[in-house]
């Protein structure tokens, strides 16, 4: 089971950049896939990217330009490196594992405790 700490979070005026981190451990940290998710108040939670071990990445279109995904495999820690903020980015950013194929939330467990991300305008 691999266990999954975010970090990072903050207020930021628009245009500014955070970086968040997700650390994983775990027996299999090291090999797994990271997704991360954020949720705003009074709405579902939306995919924002994932992360492949082998260095691939996928994001969401709202979000595709402005936000970066990598790994440090040496410290088993994903980054969600965010640049360009906006007001609408403002929600808790979750990172989770995948347990099987697909980006929405139920494909998706082990999930961090989130940390907030306002962006003021």
């Known amino acids: 089971q691999v266990q999954l700490v975010e970090s990072g979070g903050g207020l930021v005026q628009a245009g500014g950049s955070l970086r968040l981190s997700c650390a994983a451990s775990?027996?299999?940290?090291?090999?797994?896939?990271v997704g991360w998710f954020r949720q705003a108040p009074g709405k579902e939670r939306e995919f924002v990217g994932i992360?492949?071990?082998?260095?691939?990445?996928l994001y969401a279109d709202s979000v595709k330009g402005r936000f970066t995904i990598s790994r440090d495999n040496a410290k088993n820690t994903v980054l969600l490196q965010m640049n360009s903020l906006k007001p609408e980015d403002t929600a808790v950013y979750y990172c989770?594992?995948?347990?099987?194929?697909?980006?929405?939330?139920?494909?998706?467990?082990?999930w961090g405790q989130g940390t907030q991300v306002t962006v003021s305008s």
């Open positions: 775990g027996r299999t940290s090291s090999s797994a896939v």
């Open positions: 992360s492949w071990t082998g260095g691939g990445t």
């Open positions: 989770a594992v995948q347990r099987r194929a697909g980006t929405r939330p139920i494909d998706f467990n082990s």
